[in-house]
Structures are given as C-alpha cells and as structure tokens.
C-alpha cells in the first residue's frame, strides 16, 4: 500500500512542518519529490535533510502568491521530471491578532499566502494532471477553517475556510477529468510554524499538557500525523475520494 514509485509530487511549502515531513514520507515510498518556498537557506536545509532517504528530491524557490513565480515553479517541475502527478499546498502564514485591530497589510498577507497561494498552485498545477487524465490534489487547510476560527486567528481562520470551499469547488471541476482535490483539516500541529507557543513558556512541559488537555488522544499533533493522512488521500487507494476534507484533530472536535 501507498506505493509512490514513478510519481512526481510537488509540494509548495515543502520546506518544514508538515510539508517537509509529508516530502520524507513521499521520497521514503519512491516518489520524486520537488520541494518549493519562499526561503532559499531553508530549502537547502530541507534537502539537506531528505538527502539520506533513496529517492530525488530538489528545491525551487516562490512566492506562492506571485503568479508568474507559481507558473514558473510548474515548468520548473515539468522539465526536471517530465509529468506532475501529485500536489500538495501546505504553504502557510498565521497572524494572531483581533479583527478590530487587525492591519489591512496582515490580513492581505495571510489571506494571500493561505488561500490566494492555494489558487494560483492549482490553477497552473492542475493543467498538466488534466492533459494526463489523472492526479491528486491534496490540501491543507484547518480545523479552524471547518468549525469556525478563535477569535485571535481571523484572516487565518477565513483563509482555511475559502480552502476547504475552494477544495470542494475543483472537485467538481476536475473530477471529470480524472483528477482528485482533497483537503486535510489539522488542529494543533507542533511545527516551527508555532512551536514558539511552547518554547517560550515558563513551563515548556505544563504547557503543552494544557494546550494537550481537551483533546481525546491527549497529545498534540506532529507534522507525521498529518503527514500520513496526505499520503493516503493522494493514494490510489483513495481512489473514489474526492472533495473531502478529512479532519486530523486528535478527536478534538468529536464532542
């Protein structure tokens, strides 16, 4: 099961977190793997670290929300490997302010980064899919996007629900065509996205089991969880899922 081998993938925001974790998981099953962001010294990092697992990965740099950047990306991807067959949007940027005092250039910038990103990825990404007649499309939104955002994450929590509603749009769309678009939804993820939150407590420990507290499983997420929840959605054996957007919350929105 989830065999990858002769599969491109391309994963914007692949450079940390739970992008870089799902290229280990991808590479470590046999697929190519292209890696794209906004920071060349953390793409080389990134490869760095994908360099002890069999398989071909590389780095290209973009700015998600610049189109001529994104079509560039996919060229970039199509003549290194020739086909692109899965793609992931992880890239991602969270702003924890209230809306009554939230600057129109933050909002512009989150929203852009999370749903404006996810957009242009697609728009040029999916053309190459469709002419095959085949590909998977795996998203990363948030549970904030579903249930509604904390009041200190509103342009993060707007953006990731355009997602999950642009999710089930291209799903419609492209279906037909023989292409997948799914979206995972995960809550609490320990990443170097937020792993501040905990760091920089008086007690790192007490912390995290507090923020751990009011979930059934009684742990936060690791980017390998949410990780292992792309890789099966990309799958052929989810093969007759599409348009869903799969809740990875430690049962924390059960009850």
Request: negative net charge; contains cysteine.
């Amino acid at each position: 099961m989830l065999d990858f081998h002769g599969c491109v993938v391309l994963i914007a925001g692949g450079t940390s977190g739970i992008g870089l974790a799902t290229a280990e998981a991808f590479l470590s099953r046999g697929a190519s793997v292209v890696v794209a962001g906004r920071d060349v010294d953390k793409g080389q990092a990134a490869l760095a670290q994908l360099a002890d697992i069999r398989g071909q990965a590389r780095f290209v740099q973009v700015d998600v929300r610049d189109e001529p950047q994104v079509e560039d990306l996919i060229a970039e991807t199509i003549a290194a490997f020739g086909q692109l067959d899965i793609l992931v949007n992880s890239a991602g940027l969270m702003d924890r302010t209230p809306l009554t005092e939230l600057e129109q250039s933050v909002w512009e910038s989150v929203v852009d980064t999370n749903l404006k990103g996810v957009y242009l990825v697609c728009k040029h990404g999916l053309a190459p899919m469709i002419a095959r007649g085949r590909g998977a499309v795996v998203n990363v939104a948030s549970y904030l996007g579903a249930f509604g955002a904390r009041p200190w994450t509103p342009a993060y929590g707007a953006a990731k629900a355009g997602v999950v509603a642009l999710t089930r749009s291209l799903a419609l769309q492209v279906g037909p065509k023989g292409v997948r678009v799914n979206a995972v939804c995960p809550a609490f993820v320990v990443t170097p996205f937020n792993e501040h939150i905990i760091r920089d407590a008086p007690d790192p420990v007490a912390k995290e089991a507090e923020m751990a507290q009011p979930y059934p499983l009684g742990r936060l997420g690791r980017p390998g969880d949410i990780a292992a929840a792309i890789l099966f959605l990309a799958s052929d054996e989810a093969g007759w899922i599409t348009g869903t957007s799969l809740l990875v919350d430690g049962g924390l929105t059960a009850g």
